[in-house]
């Protein structure tokens, strides 16, 4: 099966600038996509980005032009560039992917935005 470990969270004043990390069991090319969630106390998950093996990427509106997200194969690893940070981004940040059919996704890491 696949593993899926979220790193680099933690506390940042707003205008600030974060990099989470998604260490993956297998390699990012085994999967057609990798994307990023989060998830807000007291609101529903909401998508923010995602990577194809094409290359291609699609970032939710409030978010685009602030996020980056890109791959490191030689370490099966997804980033999230998080730049401009804002306290509307606080949240628990999840990466996720789809292997054989299978939905898979990490336990989350925190991002906490102080203003």
């Known amino acids: 099966q696949v593993q899926l470990v979220e790193s680099g969270g933690g506390l940042v004043q707003a205008g600030g600038s974060l990099r989470l990390s998604c260490a993956a069991s297998r390699a990012i090319f085994s999967f057609n996509a990798m994307a990023w969630y989060r998830q807000a106390p007291g609101k529903p998950r909401e998508f923010v980005a995602t990577l194809s093996r094409a290359g291609t990427t699609h970032y939710a509106d409030s978010v685009k032009g602030r996020f980056t997200i890109s791959s490191d194969n030689a370490v099966n690893t997804v980033y999230l560039q998080m730049n401009s940070l804002e306290p509307e981004d606080t949240s628990v940040y999840y990466c996720?992917?789809?292997?054989?059919?299978?939905?898979?996704w990490g336990q989350g890491t925190q991002v906490t935005v102080s203003s």
């Open positions: 996720k992917t789809t292997y054989l059919s299978r939905e898979y």
